[in-house]
């Protein structure tokens, strides 16, 4: 089970959310807007910050109603890198592995309210705007002001999308989760340096940005870390049993 749920957690989690960070765009919310961009479809163009397209508010919402468990499963992924650290691996090493478990709580307990709110809530509120205008229950001076709100809670210093609390909390998760399971494998010496080198990239990246381009060069990384962990630990069990 713990066999299956590795590849699942860290190979085809992470390989679903490159695909969906493609088509994740960023760095709207001052120019046009947040409303004013996530409001419609966009075809492929510069306006996009890397994203590959958007196919507006309905795939807003879409995008992270797959994307919030697929975090869950990466970070069931991350707990499982430290599994079975124990006594006799010394106590930095036990130590570093229950600090990145309480890392790994944090980052899928905010990102989970990050997309909660800024993902699925933004995406339906915009559709329900949309919808009213178009039944003619709101004029267009009170879509502006529905805009106008939406936009502010986007930049909201506790819940906004972007540079709040809630996102800010995540992203400083993902990268402290990362250095801590990294340094648990290798105080217990159960992983390399190249090899952790990249899960902290990984760490980084995802810090950086959930969105394209860094969000699947993070996720990318991932799998990359995981699958040289998993091939580098097993000839190690191989050689042990010769």
Not at 54 to 71: C, D
Not at 95 to 103: D, G, S, V, Y
Not at 112 to 119: P, Q, R, S
Request: glycine share 8%; proline share 4%.
């Amino acid at each position: 089970m713990k066999r299956i749920l590795w590849w699942v957690c860290l190979l085809l989690a992470p390989a679903v959310l490159i695909g969906l960070e493609l088509f994740h765009p960023a760095n709207f919310t001052a120019h046009p807007g947040m409303y004013q961009y996530l409001s419609q479809a966009e075809p492929h163009s510069a306006n996009h910050h890397e994203a590959l397209d958007y196919f507006g508010p309905r795939w807003w919402v879409v995008l992270h109603m797959v994307q919030t468990p697929m975090v869950g499963l990466v970070a069931v992924g991350l707990l499982l890198m430290v599994d079975g650290i124990g006594d006799d691996d010394g106590a930095a090493a036990v130590a570093a592995a229950w600090l990145a478990r309480a890392a790994i709580f944090v980052m899928v307990i905010y990102f989970t309210v990050l997309d909660a709110i800024g993902g699925i809530g933004l995406g339906r509120s915009i559709l329900t705007v949309q919808s009213l205008a178009a039944a003619g229950k709101l004029n267009p001076h009170q879509v502006e002001g529905a805009a106008l709100l939406l936009n502010a809670l986007w930049v909201d210093p506790l819940v906004g999308g972007v540079g709040s609390f809630v996102s800010e909390t995540a992203s400083w998760a993902a990268f402290a989760a990362s250095v801590l399971v990294a340094a648990s494998l290798l105080l217990a010496r159960r992983a390399g340096w190249a090899n952790m080198a990249v899960l902290v990239a990984f760490g980084w990246e995802l810090q950086t940005d959930h969105a394209a381009l860094h969000g699947p060069i993070a996720f990318a990384l991932l799998i990359v870390a995981a699958a040289w962990l998993w091939f580098s630990q097993t000839r190690r069990a191989a050689a042990a049993l010769r």
